[in-house]
Nanobody, 119 residues
Protein backbone atom coordinates (compact mmCIF):
# COMPACT_ATOMS: atom_id res chain seq x y z
CA UNK A 1 0.00 0.00 0.00
CA UNK A 2 0.97 3.59 -0.64
CA UNK A 3 -0.31 6.51 1.39
CA UNK A 4 -0.44 10.01 -0.08
CA UNK A 5 -0.77 13.25 1.85
CA UNK A 6 -1.26 16.58 0.08
CA UNK A 7 -0.59 20.02 1.48
CA UNK A 8 -0.31 23.58 0.30
CA UNK A 9 -3.83 24.52 -0.69
CA UNK A 10 -5.55 27.70 0.32
CA UNK A 11 -6.98 30.98 -0.89
CA UNK A 12 -5.10 32.77 -3.68
CA UNK A 13 -5.90 35.85 -5.69
CA UNK A 14 -6.30 35.57 -9.44
CA UNK A 15 -2.94 35.92 -11.12
CA UNK A 16 -1.16 34.60 -8.07
CA UNK A 17 0.74 31.42 -7.42
CA UNK A 18 0.53 28.44 -5.13
CA UNK A 19 2.51 25.26 -4.65
CA UNK A 20 1.07 21.93 -3.65
CA UNK A 21 3.06 19.06 -2.22
CA UNK A 22 2.26 15.38 -2.02
CA UNK A 23 4.30 13.05 0.15
CA UNK A 24 4.14 9.34 -0.49
CA UNK A 25 4.81 6.73 2.16
CA UNK A 26 4.54 2.97 2.42
CA UNK A 27 5.51 0.85 -0.59
CA UNK A 28 6.99 3.78 -2.49
CA UNK A 29 9.33 1.51 -4.43
CA UNK A 30 6.26 0.31 -6.34
CA UNK A 31 5.43 3.79 -7.66
CA UNK A 32 5.77 4.20 -11.42
CA UNK A 33 4.35 7.70 -11.68
CA UNK A 34 2.33 10.30 -9.86
CA UNK A 35 -0.24 12.79 -10.97
CA UNK A 36 -2.54 15.57 -9.91
CA UNK A 37 -6.25 15.71 -10.53
CA UNK A 38 -8.82 18.29 -9.56
CA UNK A 39 -12.53 18.42 -8.97
CA UNK A 40 -14.57 21.59 -8.94
CA UNK A 41 -18.01 21.75 -7.31
CA UNK A 42 -20.62 20.04 -9.45
CA UNK A 43 -18.05 18.82 -11.95
CA UNK A 44 -16.28 15.57 -12.64
CA UNK A 45 -12.74 15.00 -11.54
CA UNK A 46 -10.29 15.95 -14.27
CA UNK A 47 -6.69 15.16 -15.04
CA UNK A 48 -4.23 18.00 -14.47
CA UNK A 49 -0.72 16.60 -14.84
CA UNK A 50 1.46 13.50 -14.47
CA UNK A 51 5.13 12.76 -13.97
CA UNK A 52 6.89 9.45 -14.45
CA UNK A 53 8.91 8.45 -11.43
CA UNK A 54 11.96 6.99 -13.15
CA UNK A 55 12.76 9.52 -15.88
CA UNK A 56 10.62 12.53 -14.97
CA UNK A 57 8.60 12.75 -18.16
CA UNK A 58 5.70 15.14 -17.72
CA UNK A 59 2.24 15.45 -19.19
CA UNK A 60 -0.26 18.30 -18.81
CA UNK A 61 -3.87 19.04 -19.51
CA UNK A 62 -4.23 21.76 -22.12
CA UNK A 63 -5.98 24.00 -19.59
CA UNK A 64 -2.85 24.25 -17.42
CA UNK A 65 -0.01 24.05 -19.94
CA UNK A 66 2.40 26.91 -19.51
CA UNK A 67 1.00 27.81 -16.08
CA UNK A 68 1.45 24.69 -13.96
CA UNK A 69 4.63 22.69 -13.43
CA UNK A 70 4.89 19.25 -11.87
CA UNK A 71 8.17 18.08 -10.37
CA UNK A 72 9.38 15.33 -8.09
CA UNK A 73 11.97 14.65 -5.45
CA UNK A 74 12.53 10.92 -5.47
CA UNK A 75 14.68 11.01 -2.36
CA UNK A 76 11.82 12.61 -0.43
CA UNK A 77 9.08 10.60 -2.19
CA UNK A 78 7.43 13.92 -2.89
CA UNK A 79 5.76 15.42 -5.93
CA UNK A 80 5.08 19.13 -6.28
CA UNK A 81 2.62 21.16 -8.31
CA UNK A 82 3.67 24.74 -8.92
CA UNK A 83 0.68 26.73 -10.09
CA UNK A 84 1.21 30.18 -11.59
CA UNK A 85 -1.12 32.70 -13.18
CA UNK A 86 -4.01 31.17 -11.32
CA UNK A 87 -7.52 31.79 -12.56
CA UNK A 88 -10.87 31.52 -10.75
CA UNK A 89 -11.64 28.47 -12.89
CA UNK A 90 -8.69 26.70 -11.27
CA UNK A 91 -10.68 26.61 -8.04
CA UNK A 92 -11.09 22.97 -7.05
CA UNK A 93 -10.07 20.26 -4.67
CA UNK A 94 -6.72 18.98 -5.90
CA UNK A 95 -5.90 15.32 -5.48
CA UNK A 96 -2.57 13.58 -5.69
CA UNK A 97 -2.55 10.08 -7.17
CA UNK A 98 0.01 7.35 -7.73
CA UNK A 99 0.38 4.58 -10.27
CA UNK A 100 2.05 1.32 -9.46
CA UNK A 101 4.47 -0.48 -11.74
CA UNK A 102 2.62 -2.48 -14.35
CA UNK A 103 -0.69 -0.75 -13.71
CA UNK A 104 -2.42 1.59 -16.16
CA UNK A 105 -4.72 3.17 -13.60
CA UNK A 106 -4.00 5.21 -10.52
CA UNK A 107 -4.24 2.90 -7.54
CA UNK A 108 -3.67 5.34 -4.71
CA UNK A 109 -5.22 8.70 -3.92
CA UNK A 110 -4.68 11.41 -1.38
CA UNK A 111 -7.42 13.08 0.62
CA UNK A 112 -7.33 16.26 -1.45
CA UNK A 113 -6.49 19.87 -0.72
CA UNK A 114 -8.68 22.85 -1.52
CA UNK A 115 -7.41 25.61 -3.79
CA UNK A 116 -9.64 28.65 -4.10
CA UNK A 117 -8.77 31.42 -6.54
CA UNK A 118 -10.57 34.68 -5.92
CA UNK A 119 -11.23 37.16 -8.72
Amino acid sequence: QVQLVESGGGLVQAGGSARLSCVASGRTASIDGMGWFRQAPGKERQFVTHITWRNGHTYYADSVKGRFTISRDNAKNTVYLQMNSLKPEDTAVYYCAAKSLGRSEYSYWGQGTQVTVSS
